[in-house]
């Protein structure tokens, strides 16, 4: 990998990322040929909000690896519980670790951790902004299901204005060839603006629906999420929106027969059960397919040995960024970073227009 962090997949040359993807695949078909690939090798696991695959699927890609993992996913038992900055915690585990996954709140965590550390940093989710290694294990999957990236027509159904995995997700498979998106959501739950502007950007078609049934028959890939409860302002704000679009097995009937669905899980109430047994249901193959994606990352971003503390950066502007889910706003050391992207300033952090 030529940069030493993975904070968004964007960052991946198109070779390095479909590189993962087939190692991946290579890993799937024969994981115990691995087992001592990151023997002597530590990983420090940084949660700080609640996790059940993603942290548990990295344990279990280190361990088949044959390394050792630290870290804490409650940071009420760590001394961020004394108010010890982001700064400090990961400058210090990436003294003991080789490679840290960190996962926050806050949107641009995992990028301002890669500021400050000895290590690489893997982003393993920021807030409602992004999840690159879901969407690793999404391409593994589809890759393995369907046998191609590009020329899909993609669904995504439920809560795509704060679900970080369909966020990660689009901004990857916008950049493959010739995909089409159809957003299927509430008006209030739709795409962030600046994911639709990289839709465009990139030369990809999207339409927006509000019905699954009408939607469905055209899609090879049926991308479902739950409504994120955790990001609304208010439980009536989130109830106006839970249970609206419920995939059950009258819907299926209406779908293509080799049509893929996906579920980064966890499922509140948007798959019925009886989805499961339907053979095109790959939402817990993709579980599996996502330990042998992070087995593929883990061995590539750990094989540069670099130690040094990256140089420290001086903001670009003297403005604040005005997303309040931005991790500037609790962090207020930060250098306040803005990059121009098509004529407009972008936090760098959390890409919110400033
Ligand atoms: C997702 C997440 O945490 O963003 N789960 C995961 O990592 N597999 C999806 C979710 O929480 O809805």
Redesign the pocket.
């Known amino acids: 990998m030529h940069k030493r962090d993975l904070i968004d997949l964007a960052d991946l040359r198109p070779s390095e990322l479909a590189d993962i993807v087939r190692f991946a695949g290579e890993i799937s078909e024969n994981p115990s040929y691995y087992k001592g690939a990151a023997q002597h090798k530590i990983l420090a696991t940084l949660f700080y ?1 609640p ?4 942290s548990m699927s990295f344990q279990a890609a280190m361990l088949r690896l044959g390394g050792s993992l630290i870290g804490f996913d409650d940071p009420s038992n760590s001394s961020v519980a004394k108010g010890e900055s982001l700064k400090d915690t990961v400058r210090v585990f990436s003294n003991y670790a080789d490679v840290l996954a960190i ?1 926050s709140p806050w949107e641009g965590a995992a990028m301002a951790a890669s500021l400050y550390t000895r290590c690489p940093v893997i982003n ?2 920021d807030g409602g902004h992004l ?1 690159p290694t ?1 969407t690793l ?1 999404d391409l593994t999957t589809l890759n393995y299901t369907l046998g191609r990236l590009e020329n899909l027509t993609i669904g995504l159904c439920g ?1 795509n204005k704060n ?3 369909v966020h990660s997700l689009v901004k990857t498979m916008s950049r493959l060839k010739g995909n089409r998106f159809v957003i299927i959501s509430t008006p209030e739950l739709t795409l962030p603006q600046y994911l639709h502007d990289e839709i465009l950007a990139n030369g990809c078609t999207m339409e927006f629906s509000d019905s699954l049934e009408e939607a469905i028959g055209k899609l090879d890939m049926l991308y479902m ?2 409504i ?1 409860k955790e990001r609304f302002p208010s439980v009536e704000e989130y109830e106006k929106n839970k249970g609206v679009f419920i995939l059950d097995r009258q819907k299926m009937r209406l779908a293509k027969e080799d049509m893929c669905v996906l579920h ?3 499922r509140v109430d948007e798959i019925a059960v009886e989805v499961d047994d339907d053979p095109r249901a790959a939402y817990f193959a993709q ?1 599996e397919y ?1 330990m042998y994606a992070r087995m593929a990352l883990i061995q590539r971003i750990t094989e540069r040995v670099d130690r040094s503390v990256p140089s420290t950066l001086e903001s670009t502007h003297a403005k604040r960024c005005k997303n309040p889910r931005c991790i500037t706003t609790q962090e207020h050391y930060l250098p306040r970073l803005f990059d121009e992207k098509g004529g407009k300033l972008l936090c760098r952090y959390c890409e919110h227009k400033l």
């Open positions: 909000e996790s059940t695959r993603t996962r393993a989710g999840h879901q294990t809560d679900g970080r995995t999420t739950r994120q980064p899980l966890p579980t996502g």
